[in-house]
């Protein structure tokens, strides 16, 4: 760190940088920017003209945009923002473009040398089929070149050998007589899903949230109480705790089933996992529940982990929100139709928080009769109004008219960014709530926060609150009990009053305060809102009309990715 302020002072970087590169880019990171310093757009929040500017003050006027490190790594930046995105592979002409835009003179080198540091893959992506392809004079389609950073490319293969590997090796984990006796007496939806999951390698689930929880525990149930070694995986420890238990059954995060480990080898922003390939887990069936939150990565991982033989069933609402990191891989799995997937049958919906949340998935915003206040709607002008609202909620109106305390009451929004994002909010709740100097970090014993990028200790979305902190680094009180946290993964944590949609996901909370301003929105996203609240929902209406219009009409920005075909290779 001292080497960092040092550089960044030296050239004009602003000193909060010099935390974020220190965890980006790890121990030597100084002399690393030094031999290269477009290596600074590794940084999270970095741009070209910054690293541009950092790189002139460093090595003089005379640094052209022609430079081959500047071009290398505006390839894997650009490739870098599209995973942010969502993205695992984007076209190379749309590559070679962007680096025209950036003045790159020659985009065909700048790929090359990237590749040839094996940050970056080049992979082929063969065309599909339409009805003109069929024609006699058509001429065949040309295969499309895509780029995609090693990371994550790698973690999409990985993947798909994984699903392939457990659908070959699965052999039903109980005999018929057995499974028929098992499914005596259940619902069709409810036999199929304890069939899907006895019987076959990997499946999907798809249902409501609380019917989902029923058939998850009444599946781990029956299972386990055959002798199968069973285990169900929730996102958080939090959210695993609201599960409720089992008999017999593993109840906990994925996280935590996989043993994380410290590793300074770890790529920044990743957790290494003891359970693997070669240390695989002692498990015949895997519920996972919440599973469109698994990004290519952690997906990966855990069916790397599965052992041959083991059964693993991944569980989610239908048309949930994609995960926080790249790929789609639950999605993709189901839309390559090599496995079974069972959807439930709704159950109808229970109170005026189900009603809302169930229209809400069907693409109507309606107005729901809620004698309890367990729905309330509160308009906002504008963003610093929705923050007004908020803070008032939370601090005052839901303690004082619900009885339910300040800890129980959880603010989402869509982003972290604008006026009325998760920064402002938590900048707002924390001035209310907890004011201080932020002598840790920023942050100040009595801090609520939450983890942006897993750690060893929690994983992404697992919220606590800060007990203390000094030279060490910072001690948090997680569901799953203290840690420390180094000064190096401090920047991981962010505030936790607010959170972003995609980081509250799977995680109920007995009340729930909905910031919607009009960017940001979509149908998924507001369903996985609604839904998060046990007892009661406030709505700050920032939006107008853009949020009846996003639940009417918005879905998902689509992802460039290519699990769905590798899985059928």
Not at 58 to 87: C, F, W
Not at 97 to 111: H, I, N, W
Request: with cysteine.
């Amino acid at each position: 760190m001292r080497a960092l302020s040092e550089l960044f002072a030296e050239t004009g970087v602003p000193a909060p940088v010099a935390a974020r590169a220190a965890a980006r880019l790890g121990p030597g990171a100084a002399g690393r920017l030094r031999d290269d310093p477009w290596r600074l757009l590794r940084v999270p929040g970095v741009q070209p003209r910054q690293a541009d500017h950092f790189a002139r003050a460093l090595l003089g006027p005379d640094t052209g945009p022609g430079d081959p490190r500047r071009g290398r790594a505006l390839v894997l930046h650009l490739l870098t923002e599209a995973a942010r995105g969502g993205h695992t592979v984007t076209p190379a002409a749309d590559v070679v473009s962007a680096l025209e835009r950036v003045q790159v003179p020659d985009p065909r080198a700048a790929v090359e040398a990237a590749l040839d540091e094996a940050e970056v893959l080049a992979l082929t992506e063969e065309p599909g089929f339409d009805e003109e392809s069929f024609d006699e004079d058509a001429e065949p389609p040309e295969p499309e070149e895509t780029l995609g950073p090693a990371r994550w490319a790698l973690a999409e293969e990985a993947a798909a050998e994984g699903f392939q590997r457990l659908t070959l090796t699965a052999v039903s984990l109980l005999d018929d007589a057995a499974v028929k006796g098992l499914r005596d007496g259940l619902p069709e939806d409810r036999s199929l899903a304890l069939t899907a999951a006895l019987r076959t390698g990997v499946s999907v689930l798809r249902g409501t949230p609380g019917d989902l929880v029923g058939a998850v525990l009444g599946i781990a149930s029956a299972a386990a109480g055959e002798g199968v070694r069973t285990a169900v995986a929730a996102p958080t420890d939090r959210s695993a705790a609201g599960l409720g238990d089992a008999a017999g059954v593993t109840v906990t995060s994925l996280h935590r089933l996989l043993e994380p480990r410290d590793d300074p080898s770890a790529v920044p922003g990743s957790v290494v996992y003891g359970r693997g390939e070669q240390h695989p887990l002692d498990l015949d069936l895997i519920l996972v529940t919440d599973a469109s939150m698994l990004d290519v990565e952690l997906c990966a991982v855990l069916v790397e982990a599965c052992p041959d033989g083991a059964h693993l069933m991944l569980c989610a609402e239908p048309d949930a929100p994609p995960p926080a990191g790249p790929g789609r891989p639950l999605d993709d799995l189901e839309a390559s139709e090599t496995v079974p997937v069972v959807m439930l049958d709704a159950a109808p919906p229970s109170g005026p928080l189900g009603e809302l949340t169930e229209a809400v998935r069907g693409g109507d915003l309606v107005a729901v009769d809620a004698p309890g206040r367990e729905v309330v709607i509160v308009p906002a002008e504008g963003p610093g109004e929705a923050v007004h609202r908020a803070v008032q909620l939370v601090t005052d109106s839901i303690p004082r008219a619900l009885g339910i305390p300040v800890e129980d009451v959880q603010v989402v929004a869509p982003a972290a960014g604008g006026d009325a994002g998760t920064t402002a909010l938590n900048a707002a709740l924390k001035a209310r709530l907890n004011p201080g100097p932020g002598k840790f970090g920023g942050m100040d014993p009595g801090d609520r926060v939450v983890v942006a990028a897993p750690l060893p200790h929690a994983a992404l979305g697992e919220t606590g609150v800060v007990a203390g902190g000094g030279a060490h680094g910072l001690d948090v009180e997680f569901p799953g009990g203290p840690a420390v946290v180094a000064p190096a993964d401090a920047s991981r944590l962010r505030h936790g009053w607010a959170l972003t949609v995609a980081q509250a996901r799977g995680t109920r909370r007995p009340a729930v305060v909905a910031v919607m301003p009009p960017e940001g929105l979509s149908r998924p996203l507001v369903a996985a809102a609604f839904g998060l609240a046990g007892r009661h929902l406030s709505v700050v209406q920032a939006a107008g009309p853009a949020l009846a219009r996003a639940v009417r009409d918005g879905g998902t920005p689509a992802r460039r990715t290519r699990l769905a075909r590798l899985v059928i290779q």
